[in-house]
């Protein structure tokens, strides 16, 4: 099963799920149950040591100043 990324619509929750193939539509929000859910197209990291993809900062959700170390 892939694992899929979704932010929610209606309270922001940002959560991974493990989904069947073509059964998106029954995810709901972990948060507030919601269904009104966008699927996002995650970064992975590929190969060893530091290396990796990073996100853009309209990604973070962890600082308002868009600052912090996930940002950059």
Not at 1 to 5: K, S, T
Not at 17 to 23: E, F, H, I, M, Y
Not at 50 to 56: L, M
């Given at each position: 099963?892939?694992?899929?990324?979704f932010i929610c619509k209606g309270c922001g929750k940002r959560f991974e799920?493990?989904?069947?193939?073509?059964?998106e539509k029954s995810v709901g929000c972990e948060s507030c149950g919601?269904?009104?859910l966008?699927?996002?197209f995650s970064a992975f990291g590929i190969g060893g040591g530091?290396?990796?993809?990073?996100?853009?900062a309209a990604g973070c959700?962890?600082?308002s100043s868009k600052s912090c170390a996930t940002c950059k």
């Open positions: 099963m892939p694992l899929y990324e799920a493990l989904v069947r193939l073509g059964q919601s269904k009104n966008q699927k996002l530091g290396s990796r993809i990073k996100t853009s959700s962890s600082c």
